[in-house]
């Protein structure tokens, strides 16, 4: 299986079976570095379903005009990946923010999450619909299940999602928060790729078997919380590596987050220069000695697995 992050400029390196390319676009002197271009097509990582754009804008914890404000300014700066969730609160904001950018819909990925208290059929299609409607949209790009369900069979949480699919009112699926061994039934219960699994991913917080098992079965590791809800910036080792490219130790985390295949950032920002700040991370690439630094921030043996994937 093929798995790739694709951009327009060829700046490829051979990883083991995984190819990379990384597009950059230069900004005005106010901006923090360089950022995602609104007429330029997103960074993605490629899976056996859709094309997923590398840099996603995270809206946990932000609610009405505060989360519209800020999804405006993420689609302005150049995101086009947004994500949200029925257990956010914020669906309303995220649509509204949607429909009022110039950006096209059909340009914007986004992705919602059915909450596992939803998680029996007829809730699954029931509460799926609600939030197209609360969204504002025909269709939406990446349904998950947030979490396991204790009460409810997998199949049948699958099996309402796969149906929406074939109504055409989702493109596709994944879910959120499930270890490997729930990762691989899921592939096994749906009839549709499971195309990603959101989950905890940062510095001090390591997927070292969930990042093995998606490199080798070409399932997207969407990292939430990239940024250890605010204990990276400011981490010594991550300022001192960004120095030499006058990065921050926050630009530093995301690096090192999406130059791993197949690994999706969604960080999420309120203030304006922040989410600037977080895309302006394509235009360096960290070394393997740097990249290993990082991952020594967490533990265990991030060197010995980076080899074992063709990291290096």
């Not at 994944?174 to 270890?179: A, E, H, I, L, T």
């Not at 490199?215 to 991550?238: K, Q």
């Not at 995301?254 to 791993?260: G, K, Y």
């Amino acid at each position: 299986m093929f798995l790739a992050v694709q951009g327009p400029l060829e700046l490829a390196a051979g990883l083991g079976h995984v190819a990379i390319t990384r597009e950059f676009k230069p900004t005005g002197d106010d901006s923090p570095g360089m950022v995602l271009g609104p007429d330029e097509s997103a960074v993605t990582v490629s899976t056996d379903g859709p094309e997923i754009p590398t840099l996603g804008f995270g809206t946990a914890r932000m609610t009405g005009g505060d989360c519209k404000r800020a999804v405006e300014t993420a689609l302005e700066v150049g995101y086009r990946h947004i994500d949200t969730a029925q257990m956010y609160d914020n669906e309303a904001a995220v649509g509204e923010a949607i429909a009022d950018s110039d950006v096209d819909r059909d340009d914007v990925f986004v992705c919602t999450k059915v909450h596992p208290d939803n998680a029996t059929r007829e809730n699954v299609l029931a509460s799926t619909r609600a939030s197209l409607e609360r969204l504002g949209v025909a269709t939406v790009d990446l349904l998950l299940l947030h979490a396991p369900s204790d009460r409810v069979p997998l199949e049948e949480t699958l099996g309402a999602m796969n149906d929406l699919q074939s109504e055409d009112v989702v493109d596709h699926i994944g879910v959120s928060n499930f270890g490997v061994d729930d990762l691989e039934r899921a592939r096994n219960l749906s009839e549709t790729p499971i195309v990603t699994n959101q989950v905890k991913y940062h510095p001090y917080h390591h997927q070292d078997d969930l990042l093995e098992y998606c490199t080798d079965e070409s399932v997207c590791l969407t990292a939430h919380t990239p940024l250890a809800e605010g204990a990276v910036p400011g981490d010594d080792r991550l300022e001192e590596i960004g120095k030499a490219y006058g990065k921050s130790a926050a630009q530093v985390a995301l690096r090192w987050l999406v130059q791993q295949p197949p690994v999706v950032a969604i960080p999420k920002a309120s203030r304006p220069k922040h989410a600037e700040a977080n895309a302006a991370i394509f235009e360096f690439e960290l070394t393997d000695e740097e990249m290993d630094a990082v991952g020594d921030l967490g533990g265990g043996h991030w060197s010995q697995l980076a080899a074992r994937l063709g990291l290096r």
